[in-house]
């Protein structure tokens, strides 16, 4: 099994700063992208940052030039600056993972909250 374990998130004012780290944990044998993403209430979930095993990246527009995503062996930390109200979700880690056993899967971390004030 694999299992993704957030940490970071919290309140913060608007044009603060704020760190997640997401950890994947368990049988891995590769991984093939980690990313964030989040949901606003009544909103869908959306795509914010993504990082490839060849280290291409992607951000959705409305974060690029604040938010910074990276990965370090099984981590991935998504740095967020200049944070904003419209920023204010249930941020989710997410990973394209394969197992030991053979197998490959999405898996979901189990999400963190963060909210900017403005």
């Known amino acids: 099994q694999v299992q993704l374990v957030e940490s970071g998130g919290g309140l913060v004012q608007a044009g603060g700063s704020l760190r997640l780290s997401c950890a994947a944990n368990g049988r891995i044998s590769s991984i093939n992208s980690m990313g964030w993403y989040r949901q606003a209430p009544g909103k869908q979930r959306e795509l914010v940052a993504i990082i490839f095993s060849g280290g291409l990246i992607n951000y959705v527009d409305s974060v690029k030039g604040r938010f910074t995503i990276s990965r370090d062996k099984n981590t991935v930390t998504l740095q967020m600056n200049s944070l904003k109200p419209e920023d204010t979700a249930v941020y989710y880690c997410?990973?394209?993972?394969?197992?030991?056993?053979?197998?490959?899967?999405?898996?979901w971390g189990q999400g963190t909250q963060v909210t900017v004030s403005s």
């Open positions: 997410n990973g394209d993972i394969g197992r030991w056993d053979g197998g490959r899967a999405t898996y």
